[in-house]
């Protein structure tokens, strides 16, 4: 594999100038963030590598389960801070960890038992990478669907209320918005599956190529982490819609609005 110094990855950052100067001169207001979100990407996968080359060189299930712990934590925290609408209290933040952990749990450990088949079962060459797909993509889905979710309900407050008020229990009255939460939280893997391979070759395949791996098992392998992303963006995202539906009307049928905040 060809090896990239720190002068030539220092000189693909200047990319970044492009999306900057659109950014200036349309008044768009990403420059700030993006600069942020470059230097918290750094920061962050050059302690992922570290922490990778020690689990590498040291297997042990209680450090893989401690970095899956971790990782997972993050996402949750992820997952609320992309919410302009937020379920207040420790509601909002316990919907989309544990939605998270129990999607990218399930998934992960599937596909690490049945296809993959490491030996030992907690090889941080393959847990890690794997969990770390299916949690990025997860934790999209996840936010997008609470976020159609909350801004859903906000804007049918009177259809909802309407359809409580006529007797039905609060889940047949979020119904129609249970479906847009869910139809625009999972539509964007199915876009990516679409288009995978005719389009854009994705990571995990472009990785394994530019390693020198057989392109039949790079295809191989991308497959399988499209499936399980497929996967775990379904659990994950209707577990958390019909939790956040529940957060969100009491046991007496009525909707609960006042338990959303908003961001600032």
Same mark, same amino acid.
């Given at each position: 594999? %060809?090896?990239?110094?720190?002068?030539?990855?220092?000189?693909?950052?200047?990319?970044?100038?492009?999306?900057?100067?659109?950014?200036?001169?349309?008044?768009?207001?990403?420059?700030?963030?993006?600069?942020?979100?470059? %230097?918290?990407?750094?920061?962050?996968?050059?302690?992922?590598?570290?922490?990778?080359?020690?689990?590498?060189?040291?297997?042990?299930?209680?450090?893989?389960?401690?970095?899956? #712990?971790?990782?997972?934590?993050?996402?949750?925290?992820?997952? #609320?801070?992309?919410? $302009?609408?937020? =379920?207040?209290?420790?509601?909002?933040? &316990?919907?989309?960890?544990?939605?998270?952990?129990?999607?990218?749990?399930?998934?992960?450990?599937?596909?690490? #038992?049945?296809?993959? $088949?490491?030996?030992?079962?907690?090889?941080?060459?393959?847990?890690?990478?794997?969990?770390?797909?299916?949690?990025?993509?997860?934790?999209?889905?996840?936010?997008?669907?609470?976020?159609?979710?909350?801004?859903?309900?906000?804007?049918?407050?009177?259809?909802?209320?309407?359809?409580?008020?006529? &007797?039905?229990?609060?889940?047949?009255?979020?119904?129609?918005?249970?479906?847009?939460?869910?139809?625009?939280?999972? =539509? &964007?893997?199915?876009?990516?599956?679409?288009?995978?391979?005719?389009?854009?070759?994705?990571?995990?395949?472009?990785?394994?190529?530019?390693?020198?791996?057989?392109?039949?098992?790079?295809? $191989?392998?991308?497959?399988? %982490?499209?499936?399980?992303?497929?996967?775990?963006?379904?659990?994950?995202?209707?577990?958390?819609?019909?939790?956040?539906?529940?957060?969100?009307?009491?046991?007496?049928?009525?909707?609960?609005?006042?338990?959303?905040?908003? $961001?600032?």
């Amino acid at each position: 594999m %060809i090896e990239i110094g720190y002068m030539e990855l220092a000189l693909g950052s200047l990319l970044l100038l492009i999306h900057g100067l659109v950014s200036l001169w349309y008044r768009v207001g990403t420059t700030l963030p993006l600069l942020i979100a470059a %230097i918290r990407m750094v920061v962050q996968l050059s302690l992922m590598a570290y922490v990778l080359q020690f689990l590498f060189k040291a297997p042990s299930p209680f450090w893989t389960v401690l970095a899956v #712990i971790v990782m997972m934590i993050f996402a949750g925290y992820e997952i #609320i801070a992309r919410q $302009k609408r937020r =379920i207040d209290g420790w509601w909002g933040y &316990g919907i989309g960890t544990s939605s998270i952990f129990m999607a990218a749990t399930l998934v992960t450990g599937f596909a690490l #038992i049945v296809q993959v $088949k490491p030996e030992p079962w907690y090889e941080a060459r393959y847990a890690i990478p794997l969990l770390g797909m299916v949690l990025g993509n997860t934790m999209t889905g996840i936010s997008i669907g609470l976020t159609t979710l909350t801004n859903s309900l906000k804007q049918e407050r009177d259809a909802v209320e309407t359809r409580l008020a006529l &007797g039905h229990s609060r889940f047949q009255a979020c119904q129609n918005v249970v479906r847009h939460a869910l139809h625009t939280g999972l =539509i &964007g893997i199915v876009n990516s599956m679409s288009a995978a391979g005719l389009v854009f070759i994705p990571g995990m395949m472009t990785g394994q190529l530019m390693a020198g791996a057989d392109p039949i098992e790079a295809a $191989k392998y991308q497959a399988l %982490i499209m499936f399980m992303i497929a996967g775990g963006t379904a659990l994950g995202t209707t577990f958390a819609v019909f939790l956040g539906v529940y957060r969100l009307t009491d046991d007496r049928h009525r909707l609960r609005l006042e338990r959303l905040s908003i $961001k600032m």
